[in-house]
C-alpha cells in the first residue's frame, strides 16, 4: 500500500504563494496520475488539479486555473502543488491523491477515482 505525505500548508495572507508538496513511498510512483483535493469545514472535498503518470498532461479546477501549478518529479517521487495568489476562499485541508488505476495520460477525477490518500496538510489564508 502506498502511503502519500503531504508538507508545506501553513498561514499565508491573500495574495502570497505557498507550495505544497507530496512524498510517495513504493516504487510505482511514475506509473500513476497524482493529483490534489482540498476540502473547506463544511463542504465536501472537491479536485484542484492533477497531473497524469508522465507528467505531460495536467487539469485543474476553474477556481485555480492561472494560479495553481501541479508538477512532479519521478525520479524524487514527489509532486508539487505550486499556490499564488493565493485567496481566503482557498483555505482548506489540501489532500495529495493517487489514481486507482495505472498508466492514465488524463485524469481529471472524482474522489472516488482515488486509490490512495495523504493525510492532508493546512492551508490558511487570511484577508
Known amino acids: 500500500q502506498v502511503q502519500l505525505v503531504e508538507s508545506g500548508g501553513g498561514l499565508v495572507q491573500a495574495g502570497d504563494s505557498l507550495r505544497l508538496s507530496c512524498g510517495a513511498s513504493?516504487?510505482?510512483?511514475?506509473?500513476?496520475?497524482m493529483g490534489w483535493f482540498r476540502q473547506a469545514p463544511g463542504k465536501e472535498r472537491e479536485f484542484v488539479a492533477s497531473i497524469s503518470h508522465s507528467g505531460g498532461s495536467t487539469a485543474y479546477a476553474d477556481s485555480v486555473k492561472g494560479r495553481f501549478t501541479i508538477s512532479r518529479d519521478n525520479a524524487k517521487k514527489t509532486v508539487h502543488l505550486q499556490m499564488n495568489s493565493l485567496k481566503p476562499e482557498d483555505t482548506a485541508v489540501y489532500f495529495c491523491?493517487?489514481?486507482?488505476?495505472?498508466?492514465?495520460?488524463?485524469?481529471?477525477?472524482?474522489?472516488?477515482?482515488?486509490?490512495?490518500w495523504g493525510q492532508g496538510t493546512q492551508v490558511t489564508v487570511s484577508s
Open positions: 491523491a493517487r489514481d486507482r488505476l495505472p498508466f492514465r495520460n488524463s485524469w481529471k477525477p472524482l474522489p472516488s477515482d482515488v486509490g490512495s
Open positions: 513504493g516504487r510505482t510512483f511514475s506509473t500513476y496520475a
